[in-house]
């Protein structure tokens, strides 16, 4: 006879001692949300990097976006009054981003990778798509990073 | 050591298949609010594999659902960090049910291994982004909390409700 099961089928759900376990997880959870919550850092610009090689510079001052690295993806950009559309093509699929140029902010909107877990990211967090290597983030330069040329 | 019997051989062999059908099912819903975040509930039949077999049996389960989850739902990636976070929770998992089960309930232990599995998970994902940064980990700990619950809860009634012949000739 499994003494486990044969416990388990008599006993409580709950067991005094499983206070100990649920105080630690409070303890736990509560200074995850002290340290690693997201802060809104006082940001100049937005980099993205595809699989570590920088590939384009949101200025949100200057309201501008820096392409490198051109050889490495294509780019397809639809410009209007208050936003950025740019479609991001790489060998592993594409990425569409909306960059609002009143509230500085950036997402993925729509995205071949599996999962799609880029289009739900949590507010002021960098945007990484796995699949595609891109990860987006702010960035503090007190001026932008110059193009390479070639 | 205790021997692999023919009754062993096909109850993993049930719990691996149940175990994988319920992840692949759950791959096709999106993630819950955040990125990486599901209910879990494919770790229902880890635990009954952890409760009604030995070590071997049952770490063949979590194997097999994490390995042939990811091949079969077409993303060999997410590989790199369900393997890590799957092993430590389940190692969690089997040595306290193995060496304080009279002191702990099923249901706090199985709360415990999620957060312990988001915790993981969450470091290994900042590792392999190069991101440095833990932000994910306040949310899926709650979520950790909640599929912590529903899977103990869920795992808890099963063995209540299942007859005792079948449970106890295993």
Known sequence: MNDKIHKIKHEKPFKIFDLIIYIVIEVLILSFFIFFLPKKNKSYGITATYNGNKIFYYDNIKDTLTFYDLKIFTYDLTESNDKFLLRLDFVEGFNLIEIDKKTDSIQITDSNCHGKDCMHTVKNAPIICIPHGLVIKSETLSKPPQPSIG | ?170
């Open chain 2, 1 to 170: 050591m205790t021997k692999l019997t023919t009754k062993k051989i096909v109850v993993t062999a049930i719990l691996s298949s149940l175990s994988l059908i319920t992840f692949l099912i759950e791959n096709l819903f999106p993630p819950l609010f955040i990125p990486g975040a599901k209910m879990g509930l494919s770790n229902i039949f880890v635990l009954l594999a952890i409760l009604l077999t030995d070590f071997t049996c049952s770490l063949s389960v979590l194997l097999i659902k994490v390995i042939l989850g990811s091949i079969f739902g077409g993303s060999l990636s997410s590989l790199m960090y369900s393997l890590p976070a799957g092993l430590t929770s389940f190692l969690f998992q089997y040595f306290m049910i193995n060496l304080f089960y009279k002191k702990f309930s099923l249901i706090s232990i199985c709360v415990a291994s999620a957060i312990l599995h988001n915790i993981v998970q969450c470091v290994v994902y900042a590792f392999v982004t190069n991101a440095i940064s833990l932000v994910y980990l306040p949310y899926l700990s709650t979520i950790g909390v909640v599929s912590g619950l529903i899977v103990g809860f869920s795992t808890f009634l099963l063995i209540k409700i299942l007859p005792q012949r079948i449970l106890y000739q295993i």
